[in-house]
């Protein structure tokens, strides 16, 4: 099992230390590409990047009188610097550094969730093949249907978490944008050329087009990223929290020693690693709807969108990364019951067998309604009654007339449902 999981890495990327380092590194590349264009004296440029810094402290004091975090942070680092601060927040305005400074957080948050996602994918992989030919009955509707295999429901878990890398990495890139157009976006007292250079050295693209900030489409097709990965792992969890129950019991999520389930219940395992799953994944859809309602903005930019974002984003990074590490923990540490799936399976008597028994009847030449009938009268007898669905099939006189004792007993096969599974793995690559 892996090691109890710590938010440090992730937090790291959205406190003010991370934050304001950012945005001095924008600072400063953008001197050097004014420094390129003979704008800004190279001696200076030299001078202020030996003696930039900020105190996070001090800019918080600044700011209460300001009200102004960019204003605080640029007045902060020119304390620092010296007459060479005349040079400092050239040409750009606030949301050209906040933007930038976005973008880079949102690359550094993705390149932790696509690590966490190919760790997750790695141990259903593990799982998968483990128990690709554990027979179990599939559900439909929450009613026993036909038989599969426990390791098929995991290759599908396995398949939809590549999927979601694919996703993550596409949203990744596209918020991996920085924009240095200055106040209405046109350029006007900075050059694209800075903006290339400053974007280049940070690690990111610049934005193609945009206005005094990066469009919120772009952050919101992000977060919606986040909420389909959190939906992904609800589905997960939802499952294992089925299979846990005491009148199933085919799987349970990891109970370590010393653990209690319930402080009145000495007895009780409960799923509450899944169901903090299943409760955490409302928060990444109800931020991805806050994300959406942020497309929408006055004209060139209005303020209605930052005090969301600074919530929703790194609350959603944070909820994801936590989500996909008790994931992992929940995939390795999972207890699996094969000897609960057998008898899963045989509970229904037989009745899972309906659809061979139906197709069989056709092959003789009975039309499908009158076949379907015929089965379900003997299904629903068993429903009610102690006897097999094959016994009660066997004594059926209409059935009886088509179906031999020797025909059943090939039909009530358990191999026949599964001699594709092989073909499944391989088209997976699994």
């Given at each position: 099992?892996?090691?109890?999981?710590?938010l440090?890495?992730?937090s790291?990327?959205w406190?003010?230390?991370?934050k304001f380092?950012?945005m001095?590194?924008?600072?400063?590349?953008?001197?050097?590409?004014?420094?390129?264009?003979?704008?800004v004296p190279?001696?200076?440029?030299?001078?202020?990047r030996?003696k930039a810094?900020?105190?996070?402290?001090?800019?918080?004091?600044?700011?209460?009188?300001?009200?102004?975090?960019?204003?605080?942070?640029?007045?902060?680092?020119?304390?620092?610097?010296g007459?060479?601060?005349?040079?400092?927040?050239?040409?750009?305005?606030?949301?050209?550094?906040?933007?930038?400074?976005?973008?880079?957080q949102?690359?550094?948050?993705?390149?932790?969730?696509?690590?966490?996602?190919?760790?997750?994918?790695?141990?259903?992989?593990k799982?998968a093949?483990?128990y690709?030919?554990?027979?179990?009955?599939?559900?439909?509707?929450?009613?026993?249907?036909?038989?599969?295999?426990?390791?098929?429901?995991l290759?599908l878990?396995h398949?939809?978490?590549?999927?979601?890398?694919?996703r993550?990495?596409?949203?990744?890139?596209?918020?991996s944008?920085g924009?240095i157009?200055?106040?209405?976006g046109?350029?006007?007292?900075?050059d694209?050329?800075?903006?290339?250079?400053?974007?280049?050295?940070?690690?990111l693209?610049?934005?193609?087009?945009?206005?005094?900030v990066?469009q919120?489409?772009?952050y919101a097709?992000?977060?919606a990223?986040?909420?389909i990965?959190?939906?992904s792992l609800e589905?997960?969890?939802l499952?294992?929290r089925?299979?846990?129950?005491?009148?199933?019991?085919?799987?349970?999520?990891p109970?370590v020693k010393?653990?209690?389930?319930s402080?009145?219940?000495?007895?009780?395992?409960?799923?509450?690693?899944?169901?903090?799953?299943?409760?955490?994944?409302?928060i990444?859809?109800?931020?991805a709807?806050?994300?959406?309602?942020?497309?929408?903005l006055w004209?060139?930019?209005?303020i209605?969108?930052?005090?969301?974002?600074?919530?929703?984003?790194?609350?959603?990074?944070?909820?994801?990364?936590?989500?996909?590490?008790?994931?992992?923990e929940?995939?390795e540490?999972?207890?699996v019951?094969?000897?609960?799936?057998?008898?899963?399976l045989?509970k229904?008597?037989?009745?899972?067998?309906?659809?061979?028994?139906?197709?069989?009847?056709?092959?003789?030449?009975?039309?499908?309604?009158?076949?379907y009938?015929?089965?379900?009268?003997?299904?629903?007898?068993?429903?009610?009654?102690p006897?097999?669905?094959?016994d009660?099939?066997?004594?059926?006189?209409?059935?009886?007339?088509?179906?031999?004792?020797?025909?059943?007993?090939?039909?009530f096969?358990?191999?026949?449902?599964?001699?594709?599974?092989?073909?499944?793995?391989?088209r997976?690559?699994?």
């Amino acid at each position: 099992m892996i090691e109890r999981y710590s938010l440090s890495e992730m937090s790291k990327i959205w406190q003010d230390e991370f934050k304001f380092k950012s945005m001095l590194d924008i600072e400063i590349f953008a001197l050097e590409a004014l420094a390129k264009k003979k704008q800004v004296p190279q001696d200076a440029v030299r001078r202020i990047r030996r003696k930039a810094r900020f105190n996070i402290r001090e800019i918080k004091k600044i700011e209460e009188k300001t009200q102004h975090d960019v204003v605080a942070f640029i007045n902060n680092v020119a304390q620092y610097v010296g007459s060479d601060a005349k040079y400092l927040h050239m040409g750009l305005t606030s949301s050209d550094i906040l933007d930038t400074t976005l973008g880079i957080q949102l690359k550094e948050a993705s390149n932790i969730l696509i690590r966490d996602l190919t760790d997750l994918l790695t141990s259903l992989y593990k799982k998968a093949k483990k128990y690709k030919d554990m027979a179990c009955i599939g559900r439909t509707h929450g009613v026993h249907a036909e038989p599969v295999t426990f390791g098929l429901k995991l290759a599908l878990w396995h398949e939809e978490t590549r999927r979601n890398i694919k996703r993550m990495k596409d949203a990744a890139l596209a918020v991996s944008v920085g924009k240095i157009s200055g106040a209405v976006g046109t350029y006007s007292n900075i050059d694209p050329q800075v903006e290339a250079y400053i974007c280049k050295k940070a690690g990111l693209k610049p934005a193609p087009i945009s206005t005094q900030v990066v469009q919120r489409d772009v952050y919101a097709q992000y977060m919606a990223t986040l909420a389909i990965v959190g939906a992904s792992l609800e589905k997960f969890a939802l499952e294992i929290r089925h299979l846990q129950r005491t009148e199933v019991l085919e799987a349970e999520e990891p109970f370590v020693k010393g653990q209690k389930g319930s402080s009145a219940m000495p007895h009780k395992r409960n799923p509450v690693i899944c169901e903090r799953i299943c409760g955490l994944s409302r928060i990444l859809r109800g931020n991805a709807l806050a994300s959406l309602e942020n497309i929408a903005l006055w004209h060139e930019r209005d303020i209605s969108h930052s005090s969301v974002e600074r919530v929703i984003i790194p609350d959603s990074t944070l909820v994801l990364d936590y989500m996909l590490h008790k994931m992992i923990e929940v995939m390795e540490g999972m207890a699996v019951y094969p000897e609960n799936m057998l008898a899963n399976l045989v509970k229904t008597k037989g009745l899972i067998f309906s659809q061979r028994v139906l197709l069989a009847l056709m092959d003789k030449g009975l039309g499908r309604s009158e076949a379907y009938d015929l089965v379900q009268r003997c299904a629903m007898k068993t429903w009610r009654g102690p006897a097999e669905f094959q016994d009660n099939l066997s004594q059926d006189k209409d059935v009886s007339k088509y179906l031999s004792r020797k025909e059943l007993d090939k039909i009530f096969d358990l191999d026949y449902y599964l001699r594709n599974v092989n073909k499944i793995f391989q088209r997976l690559g699994l």
